[in-house]
């Protein structure tokens, strides 16, 4: 390819069309306008916003951020003002031509769909993530991404409620991968995210205590990044639906990591704290990488990996 060439950057995730394959991960993001004034979101090939719960939701006591070696540890416990005031407040605030995908949460089944019922037909909303990685009260706790028939029930229920592209954020706290991204593409989701943050604990020497209210947090940032890689290629290995590949991205080349292990676009999540513009940055990173390749569409390197065989 020419230098002078143009790259196509455009993806096609599970139905949602991209300009370029880098979205901002939910809960890092807000609803999009707490970021306008330090990026044109339009830069980006869009954003998931903050999850969203039926009625507006306090998360945890403080202190739920910490700091952990290359990485951040959080129990906010999904804080959101309710899917009737994302519609109705957050999503008319938006700039037009920004690609908005709202993220669903909630503590059983029914609500979820309920969710996604509310969110389908409102403009501006080009697709659902179903965030699966949250607690099911109703099966003693569990995440509802721990369990495969758990799992097929959630998909299968949200699928049902909304004729919007489903993709499904999976809970990396598994044996195994592969089996939940099948569960999750027998039941009809359009793709899956992977990965949510990673279960862990930090404890205060001094205190003898958790450094975060709740004890344990959800481990985020360039630490899982590794494993992040490793779940996007064991699912893509099982299942033909795309994924969104999320974990540790703080440049282009982390996000070129994932598109070769599979995924099709990929979420900036927790360096958005450090550097507000990181997703457009990483977005310009991707077109000079094919460029100094000669590769002419972005979508070329998706499952590219040479892995060893054995």
Same mark, same amino acid.
């Given at each position: ?23 901002? %991960? ?27 719960? +039926? ?14 070696? $290359? ?31 709202? $993220?669903?949460?909630?503590?059983? /089944? ?17 697709? +659902? ?24 029930? +959630? ?21 195994? /991968? ?14 899956? $995210? ?32 590794? *494993? %992040? ?35 099709? %676009? ?7 704290? +450090?550097?507000?513009? *990181?997703?457009?940055?990483? %977005? ?13 569409? *972005? ?12």
């Amino acid at each position: 390819m020419k230098e002078s060439q143009a790259v196509d950057t455009t993806v096609d995730l599970g139905g949602i069309s991209l300009r370029n394959p880098v979205l901002t %991960a939910s809960g890092t993001f807000g609803y999009g306008t707490e970021f306008a004034p330090f990026l044109d979101l339009r830069r980006i090939g869009g954003f998931v916003a903050k999850s969203l719960t +039926l009625e507006p939701r306090v998360g945890n006591p403080p202190p739920r951020i910490a700091e952990a070696p $290359s990485g951040m540890l959080n129990a906010i416990s999904l804080e959101n003002v309710g899917v009737e005031a994302f519609i109705g407040e957050k999503l008319p605030a938006i700039p037009e031509g920004v690609t908005v995908i709202a $993220s669903a949460f909630e503590t059983d /089944i029914d609500r979820y769909a309920e969710v996604c019922k509310r969110l389908t037909g409102v403009p501006r909303i080009a697709g +659902l993530e179903i965030n699966a990685s949250c607690p099911h009260v109703k099966s003693g706790g569990i995440e509802f991404g721990q369990d495969p028939a758990v799992l097929g029930q +959630l998909v299968r229920a949200t699928r049902q409620a909304t004729s919007l592209p489903l993709l499904v954020k999976l809970s990396p706290n598994v044996t195994h /991968i592969a089996e939940m991204a099948r569960v999750c593409e027998g039941e009809g989701a359009s793709g899956i $995210s992977l990965i949510n943050a990673v279960q862990a604990l930090e404890v205060d020497p001094e205190t003898r205590r958790p450094l975060l209210a709740n004890g344990l947090g959800g481990l985020s940032g360039p630490a899982i990044r590794p *494993i %992040a890689l490793r779940m996007v290629w064991q699912a893509s290995q099982a299942v033909s639906i795309p994924i969104c590949g999320i974990g540790g991205i703080i440049s282009a080349a982390d996000a070129v990591k994932f598109l070769l292990c599979g995924a099709t %676009a990929v979420q900036v999540g927790t360096s958005n704290y +450090l550097q507000p513009s *990181i997703a457009a940055d990483v %977005a310009d990173g991707l077109v000079e990488y094919a460029k100094r390749h000669g590769i002419p569409r *972005i979508r070329d390197l998706v499952g590219e990996l040479e892995f060893p065989s054995r």
